[in-house]
């Protein structure tokens, strides 16, 4: 049998070399909202989800569901800040595990819950919650539809989707789509175009669109210096053709954004 969408991205996620990544990214494995570019990376990974979580207006004890939680960076937050119970899911058993770690040492495995969860089918009732919320995900999506409807489903009436995503720029020429998915190894990215399309396809209200694809740039920058700074230590850890082919793809990442090529967006959905 062929290898699923879900575990070749098991595969790649639970590598040595992709969990040494993740600690460069730090706590939250998304894009950073810059107010400068020379800031440090951590302040601008925060304030993107400060920043979208602030157009939530979340009340203590709501129930959120965070799809493809990553470590857990975005649920700590909301949980710490909100007083919020989050059931935080993800395919990636490493991460889940080291999502537990660190809500455990930070003192907030009373409101968080990790568990692993395919976006695409949550084993989650109808109407259970009343946020569900994805970051930098969706780019591995094969089936976006079904991701977003699943979405509708989990939450109540009159509940929140809060969505944003890595995105290809119209500017990227058809001919590279697929060699650039390729080696990032995220195998679905789409474009503003398409989340529109879907969207106004479905009909739930948008709130809240913001297009923050000049921020792609800043972000690539910040995640290579602070890669190339711990290249030899990894490279004992992994091996040099593994790091090095992570300083390759970050370097197809930094010239396809100063290029225009990437996007990213942000979007506020009521349910
Ligand atoms: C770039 S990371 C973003 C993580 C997190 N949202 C954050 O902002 O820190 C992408 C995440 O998507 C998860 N993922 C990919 N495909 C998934 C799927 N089918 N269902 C659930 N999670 C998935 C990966 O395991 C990874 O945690």
Request: with cysteine; net charge negative; proline share 3%.
């Amino acid at each position: 049998m062929g290898e699923s969408n879900a575990e070749h991205i098991q595969k790649k996620y639970d590598t040595e070399i992709f969990s040494l990544l993740t600690t460069i990214w730090g706590e939250n494995l998304h894009m950073g909202l810059f107010e400068d570019p020379d800031e440090p990376f951590d302040t601008a990974t925060e304030r993107a989800t400060a920043t979208m979580a602030a157009d939530v207006r979340f009340k203590q004890g709501q129930r959120v569901i965070e799809a493809a939680c990553g470590i857990g960076g975005t649920a700590r937050h909301l949980a710490r800040t909100f007083g919020v119970a989050v059931e935080a899911t993800n395919i990636s058993a490493m991460q889940l595990d080291r999502g537990r770690e660190l809500t455990d040492h930070a003192g907030l495995g009373h409101l968080i819950r990790f568990s692993y969860a395919d976006y695409h089918e949550l084993p989650f009732a109808d109407a259970s919650f009343d946020v569900w919320w994805c970051q930098e995900a969706m780019l591995y999506a094969p089936d976006k539809e079904r991701v977003v409807r699943e979405a509708l489903r989990v939450v109540r009436p009159g509940g929140r989707l809060v969505l944003s995503d890595l995105l290809f720029d119209a500017a990227m020429p058809e001919a590279e789509r697929e060699p650039f998915m390729q080696r990032h190894g995220a195998r679905h990215f789409w474009t503003i175009a398409q989340y529109d399309d879907l969207l106004a396809r479905l009909g739930p209200r948008i709130l809240v669109r913001r297009d923050w694809g000049r921020h792609v740039l800043p972000t690539f920058e910040s995640v290579t210096t602070r890669f190339i700074a711990k290249r030899e230590e990894f490279a004992a850890k992994t091996s040099v053709a593994e790091v090095d082919t992570v300083v390759a793809r970050l370097a197809m990442q930094r010239d396809a954004a100063r290029l225009g090529r990437l996007g990213w967006a942000y979007y506020l959905i009521a349910a």
